[in-house]
């Protein structure tokens, strides 16, 4: 107890000198101002939607609920593919029922998840390389002009694949009988979600 | 002395300490060029803070490295030569390369990466010679208007080995398959991030 009490001085002394380190604000370098706002819109991009949200979190619990090689060919496959779509979209390829084609991906899987389906890997990959291209093309049309390109790309796909990133960690539930019927109670909120989207882009 | 006085002096050493050290930071410079580090240091600087430049040669080091450490080790003495020598040439010559160069190197290196692509060395010597003669040739040619010179291109191919010899060494002894399948996953994000800078190249009105 002597030597607790000798000791927090010193606890004291450092969580001092760790808030008064940590009370700083950002330091914004103006110079890269600008193309650091690329990034962030970039890395914001993707987040802004819901029925984008859900779809990416949605390839990751179907990933997590197939397992390998699934787990790891989907989010391999997905940035690539949303990309080709995003090039289609820059280079002003019009693709028809965009928004169509993103409730689509919302309501088709999330009912995978829910029903836990396991078609044959190719399908899969196939499937969702499709919702790939939808989501890509409609982020390609609505990207703004003035950003650095490169910036804005190192966002827009980093924060995409945290989203699978994300539908990965949480479908590590899987492995848990309760675990399961939480995901496919998530797929079925999914699958409901994307009626509404499929609902509003039909209006 | 009492112990309610070593207690004082000790929240006094404290307080002093913290203030101290609150009021210690210099200033910030963001101009690289007030820096005083000279030009070896800004090229040094330069790579590191150009993500045009350290992506593709990140996503060559990491190839090289899921290939084994004989393609790592013929991506490190491969690149920087290659480097070193397009920059020579881009000192010289001030011309112009198409910046869609950037946006292939990204394409073919993160796609090669995500696929796992099982090259023969030779095929990783090409591709570390491309990579080395196309950027090192661009950094030249930027780096002749402001006068930087070979001092800032050095910087640059210091750094450039440092990264192949740094990544291709941590990325050589991975077995676990999600380790290697963690870094194919940054191989095709490096492959998207290609693509849409492609069609940021070639959009409408570009």
């Given amino acids: 107890m002597r030597r607790v009490a000798s000791g927090a001085p010193a606890a004291v002394w450092i969580l001092l000198q760790l808030t008064l380190l940590g009370w700083t604000s950002a330091a914004y370098a103006h110079v890269q101002q600008g193309e650091a706002g690329s990034f962030l819109t970039g890395l914001g991009h993707p987040i802004s939607g819901l029925d984008h949200v859900l779809a990416m979190i949605a390839v990751g619990l179907w990933g997590a609920q197939l397992g390998a090689p699934a787990l790891w060919l989907l989010p391999v496959t997905f940035p690539m593919v949303m990309a080709l779509g995003g090039m289609v979209g820059l280079l002003g390829v019009p693709l028809p029922g965009v928004e169509m084609g993103i409730a689509a991906s919302a309501i088709l899987l999330g009912l995978a998840v829910m029903s836990e389906l396991r078609p044959p890997l190719a399908a899969t990959v196939v499937l969702v390389g499709i919702f790939g291209v939808f989501h890509g093309h409609a982020h390609g049309t609505e990207l703004p002009a003035g950003q650095n390109a490169l910036l804005y790309s190192m966002g827009f796909v980093a924060a995409t694949g945290c989203l699978h990133g994300v539908g990965i960690g949480v479908g590590c539930l899987h492995r848990w009988p309760w675990g399961r019927k939480l995901l496919r109670a998530a797929g079925a909120a999914v699958a409901t979600a994307g009626v509404f989207f499929m609902w509003r882009a039909a209006a | 002395m009492s112990g309610r006085a070593t207690r004082k002096a000790r929240w006094a050493l404290a307080l002093a300490g913290g203030f101290g050290m609150a009021v210690w930071p210099s200033w910030a410079q963001a101009h690289l060029v007030t820096t005083g580090l000279g030009p070896l240091y800004d090229g040094l600087s330069h790579f590191a803070l150009t993500p045009e430049d350290l992506v593709p040669a990140l ?60 090259l023969p060395l030779y095929a990783t010597t090409m591709l570390a010679a491309l990579l080395g003669l196309f950027h090192g040739y661009l950094n030249g040619t930027a780096m002749a208007q402001p006068g930087l010179g070979a ?46 800078l492609l069609g940021w190249a070639f959009r409408p009105g570009a």
């Avoid at chain 2, 920087?80 to 112009?96: D, E, I, M, R, T």
């Avoid at chain 2, 490096?190 to 693509?195: E, R």
């Fill in chain 2, 59 to 118: 996503a060559l080091a990491l190839l090289a490295g899921l290939r084994g450490p004989a393609h790592g080790r013929r991506a490190l003495s491969v690149l920087p030569a290659a480097w070193l020598l397009g920059g020579s040439f881009g000192l010289a010559a001030h011309g112009g390369v198409s910046p869609v160069v950037t946006s292939i190197s990204f394409v073919l290196l993160g796609g090669l990466l995500a696929v796992d692509a099982r």
């Fill in chain 2, 151 to 196: 001092l800032a291109l050095l910087g640059i191919v210091v750094a450039a080995f440092t990264l192949v010899a740094v990544a291709a060494s941590l990325v050589a002894p991975l077995r676990a398959a999600w380790t290697r399948v963690a870094v194919r996953v940054a191989g095709s994000w490096i492959a998207a991030i290609g693509l849409l």
